[in-house]
């Protein structure tokens, strides 16, 4: 039996027992040791905001229509920043004793297809609390920093950092993919990365991961187009990538680009828009706004940059800064049990967290 975080109404989280299917030959069997928790995507469904709650999606259309809607409660296997440790396994694709990062849903065991299940076998040298980042989370990030090298170079991209290189950056949104997306950037040496945020906390995190910082709400916009010249009338961030579900923080986004600059955007957006002004400076300087999510890396570039280079790109990361990410990024590690409680009290406000790991041993990971 697996338990499985089950999220049975707004506001309504529990722990159920499911049962495993058995192991076919190419298969493998998972105990999993960490589970991330992203704290905006899986809100919405406590929450009751996502939009596939109410919409259907349609995947051949690309667009969300009216109709029944494309998940219904309970919403269970929610998540996808898990590691497990392979138990049992009916294949050479993964060794019995090997951690792998994988997607699949908050949950203490899972029975996987190599021909269907995207894993990552983490080396010996990573800490596997941070292995939660391989997978899927640190990819986005990284797919981030592609679509911005893409905007300046095309298909002649070369390096993960070809659109930050020597460049003045700003991350707007100092949650998990805000500070994962200015590590990067700064990893790829960025001329100067800040981060931009409303939460004292939050900026503090950011600071302590080495960002330089500034609060949203003294209007950075003004403070930055004074400092950052690049010539006559053509002052701001060389680019911006927005990290922060709010339509508040896009709309501060695109103050801050310089002239012609491109705001890369990796936010989720459950709410109406009234505060982005396109008529404002979108208009009248000229800017570009870049949907980059984890589904799409940018066009002509599929080839060369595939989900598993953005993880190894970062592996390479974690190994250089994880003893920091793993100091000021990791915020909570909860048990399974009170997994529930917890995602209730994050939806209701009652408790606040960056990044938090549910664990099979707390008192392992120092919980």
């Known amino acids: 039996m697996s338990k499985v975080l089950s999220i049975e109404a707004p506001g309504e989280v529990a722990l159920v027992e499911e049962k495993l299917s058995g192991i076919h030959e190419g298969g493998f069997r998972v105990a999993t040791t960490h589970s991330g928790v992203s704290a905006g995507t899986e809100l919405t469904f406590v929450k009751g905001t996502n939009p596939s709650l109410t919409s259907t999606w349609d995947h051949a259309l690309g667009l969300f229509t009216e109709g029944t809607p494309s998940v219904a409660y309970p919403v269970r296997g929610i998540g996808y920043m898990q590691v497990g440790l392979v138990v049992e396994t009916r294949t050479r694709a993964v060794s019995e004793g090997a951690l792998v990062a994988m997607c699949y849903g908050h949950r203490t065991d899972y029975v996987a297809d190599p021909m269907e299940d995207r894993f990552v076998e983490l080396p010996d040298d990573l800490d596997p609390l941070l ?3 391989v997978a899927h989370m ?67 995190v950011a600071e302590a991961l080495g960002s330089h910082v500034m609060a949203a709400d003294d209007d950075p916009a003004v403070d930055l187009k004074r400092r950052w010249r690049h010539g006559p009338g053509d002052r701001g961030a060389d680019v911006v990538f927005q990290c922060r579900g709010q339509p508040r923080a896009l709309a501060l ?103 938090a790991v549910l664990c099979d041993d707390v008192e392992e990971e120092g919980g």
């Open 138 to 204: 640190g990819p986005i990030c990284a797919n981030g920093l592609l679509h911005a090298a893409h905007d300046l170079h095309g298909p002649a991209v070369r390096h993960l950092g070809d659109g930050v290189r020597g460049r003045r950056v700003v991350v707007v949104g100092a949650g998990v993919v805000g500070l994962l997306t200015a590590c990067f950037a700064r990893a790829c040496d960025a001329a100067e990365v800040v981060v931009v945020d409303e939460t004292p906390a939050r900026l503090a």
């Open 253 to 355: 986004a695109l103050r801050l680009l310089r002239p012609q600059g491109t705001l890369i955007d990796l936010a989720f957006y459950t709410q109406g828009a009234q505060e982005v002004r396109l008529g404002e400076e979108f208009h009248h300087n000229g800017l570009t706004v870049r949907c980059a999510q984890i589904g799409r890396v940018p066009r002509g570039l599929a080839h060369a940059w595939d989900r598993e280079r953005l993880s190894h790109e970062t592996i390479n990361l974690l190994r250089r800064h994880g003893g920091v990410l793993r100091r000021h990024l990791i915020t909570d590690v909860v048990g399974f049990p009170e997994a529930p409680q917890f995602l209730t009290d994050l939806a209701a406000g009652r408790r606040h967290t960056v990044q």
């Open 131 to 133: 292995g939660i980042y």
